[in-house]
């Protein structure tokens, strides 16, 4: 197993993101399967971030199985949302999306 920061949660072995196990600040030196990194955005809790590069149209893998693909690439530490992935299942996954909420 490689190096890992502790505040960063593997999930399962094929996972190609981690997820936060508490909120990070932008400018954050990572240290994510033994690469530094500097997180460039805040990350909230239960967030995720490329584990390694992902490519564009790369499937999303949590719990070792997909749950999206990426719409843009994301470099190590990245984090990885709706801004650069969509669910493969349902047609938007934001909080609003169902009911027309506030």
Do not use: F, W
Not at 31 to 54: F, N
Not at 61 to 85: C, D, K
């Amino acid at each position: 197993m490689s190096a890992r920061d502790k505040r960063l949660l593997l999930l399962h072995e094929r996972d190609n993101v981690l997820v936060c196990c508490e909120a990070i600040a932008a400018g954050t030196e990572l240290l994510i399967e033994g690469q530094m990194t500097v997180l460039a955005t805040d990350l909230e809790l239960g967030h995720k971030l490329a584990r390694r590069d992902i490519a564009a149209g790369e499937k999303i893998t949590r719990y070792g199985l997909p749950i999206g693909s990426a719409t843009q690439p994301a470099g190590l530490g990245q984090h990885v949302h709706t801004h650069n992935m969509k669910s493969d299942y349902l047609a938007s996954h934001h909080r609003n999306a169902v009911g027309g909420g506030p």
